[in-house]
């Protein structure tokens, strides 16, 4: 059994989507959780795709590269616009997939 505890606009707003959905509880729920399943796998998805040319452009693999960003071993150009850019990205994609692993 599960029990929700939802502010009154929260439940309102939920109550609604399920009479509208006409969906039983647990169907809506499930369908809720493989939407955010897609949609995270989506991500992951994009975020390989740049780092295919990440890897192309700078001859080094992603994890490699975070390692040594986060060591500071690329002094100044640490600070270029692709690095930061892509050390966010794998933070990003890490957490994706801590979430979609939770979620399966």
Do not use: C, P
């Amino acid at each position: 059994m599960l029990t929700l505890n939802l502010d009154n606009q929260t439940e309102k707003q939920f109550n609604k989507l399920l009479k509208n959905s006409g969906m039983n509880f647990s169907t809506l729920v499930n369908s809720m959780i493989n939407y955010r399943i897609n949609e995270l796998n989506k991500g992951i998805r994009n975020i390989e795709l740049d780092f295919i040319n990440y890897e192309h452009k700078y001859k080094i693999k992603t994890k490699d590269f975070y390692k040594r960003y986060i060591k500071g071993d690329f002094g100044d150009e640490s600070e270029s616009n692709d690095f930061m850019i892509w050390s966010g990205e794998y933070e990003a994609y890490k957490e994706f997939q801590d979430e979609l692993n939770k979620l399966q």
